[in-house]
């Protein structure tokens, strides 16, 4: 094993389960509540939002007990993150959640308030939610000398559990189209993102501008707990691009904007990352709601929708490889392709100018026909 520090064994969450409605009746009962782990993807996304607009709250490890008595019977799934708002209002799905907390405390803004603008920070997150995944579990699992590290990590948060949940995860890889035909793809796409990033870093503080946005949300759910945080992908990123690094801690500690802020706009530097959005994720979605559109049309009206609906050959980063079809990504796309035909036309003009070069618009004008609608927590078929 290489020279990574161990995890102390004796690490525990600042207020475990037991513990906790005790604390929170006599110290925390105007705090939200929010139900996370520190090496989480979505967790990531969700935790500076907390902090940027400084809403009082207290993270709870969201561990195998917290799971079973507080998140499954709140949400009826075993998904986190999860928010309980001091009003005792559940929130659950990363893009959601950041609308609804927009809502209760609008200020300062995370979503952009101009419609183009907002529309290029949605096809980030789409991006970033599901392409931006693979780097992430590549460099987490496939590096065999920050094993212990990990194990050690993931002790101190779900103790006993911990090696049932590290097998589950890296047992995913296969599954999420990270195989040896593509591990290759995947480092190399990982260190474009860092060029591309970096470059664009030298120019702008955040990825619109002067401001956190929800397209640093976006890319801090794998930039931060994966890429930033496990040790292996975290030093190519400090040595490689230390501003990525720079920006990494930027977002995770939620900086408040610059003084002479201008409002989220889209520089030029930001396009060729559109253009690699384009490149690779464009293609890998449309081939997943095809897939997904004829698997959701035997299902009966009402009937909950599986996350996944099986394997389709994608196009992987440039190599053919199978890959899960997840009904969620499509209900995810429809979600954003519709709000991109709303549009007024002048905005909607905006935007394919600026996304149009970067070979976007297939994926924005097309709404899968697949019958998907959230019911609370639930992905569910619909009429």
């Known amino acids: 094993m290489s020279g990574f520090p161990r995890r102390a064994q004796r690490l525990r969450p600042a207020f475990c389960f037991a ?22 993807l979505f967790s990531a996304k969700i935790r500076p939002v907390l902090r940027y607009k400084k809403i009082p709250h207290v993270e709870v490890w969201a561990d195998a007990k917290v799971i079973r008595e507080v998140i499954l019977p709140k949400t009826g799934v075993g998904f986190i993150p999860v928010i309980e708002t001091d009003t005792g209002e559940v929130l659950q799905d990363t893009p959601r959640m950041i609308e609804r907390i927009e809502t209760l405390h609008p200020y300062p803004q995370v979503l952009p308030a101009d419609p183009a603008v907002r529309m290029v920070a949605e096809v980030i997150q789409d991006f970033c939610d599901d392409t931006c995944v693979l780097p992430a579990m590549h460099y987490r699992w ?37 195989t040896d035909k593509t591990t290759g793809v995947i480092e190399e796409f990982y260190e474009r993102l860092l060029d591309l990033l970096d470059a664009h870093f030298l120019e702008h503080r955040f990825l619109l501008g002067d401001s956190l946005t929800l397209a640093d949300l976006a890319f801090i759910g794998a930039f931060y707990p994966h890429l930033g945080r496990d040790p292996v992908p975290a030093r190519i990123m400090r040595e490689r691009s230390p501003r990525v690094m ?56 009402g009937e909950e929708a599986p996350r996944v609906l099986g394997m389709v050959e994608q196009n992987v980063l440039g190599v053919r490889e199978q890959r899960i079809a997840s009904a969620y990504s499509v209900w995810r796309h429809q979600r954003t392709a519709r709000r991109y035909a709303v549009l007024p036309e002048g905005e909607r003009t905006v935007v394919d100018e600026i996304l149009g070069p970067a070979g976007v618009l297939p994926y924005l004008q097309t709404i899968p026909k697949a019958r998907l609608a959230m019911d609370r927590f639930v992905l569910k078929v619909a009429d």
């Open 246 to 301: 720079a920006w990494v801690h930027e977002v995770n500690d939620a900086a408040p904007p610059s003084p002479w802020a201008e409002p989220p706009e889209v520089h030029e530097t930001l396009l060729p990352i559109l253009a690699e959005i384009g490149r690779v994720f464009v293609p890998m979605q449309m081939a997943v709601s095809a897939f997904v559109e004829e698997a959701v049309s035997a299902l009966a009206v």
């Open 19 to 40: 513990d906790f409605p005790r604390i929170a009746l006599a110290m925390y009962r105007n705090y939200w509540k929010l139900y996370a782990v520190p090496m989480s």
């Open 142 to 178: 496939s590096f065999s000398e920050q094993r212990q590290w990990i194990i050690d990590d993931w002790t101190a948060v779900f103790g006993a559990s911990a090696m049932r949940f590290v097998g589950q995860m890296s047992g995913a890889l296969p599954f999420l189209g990270i």
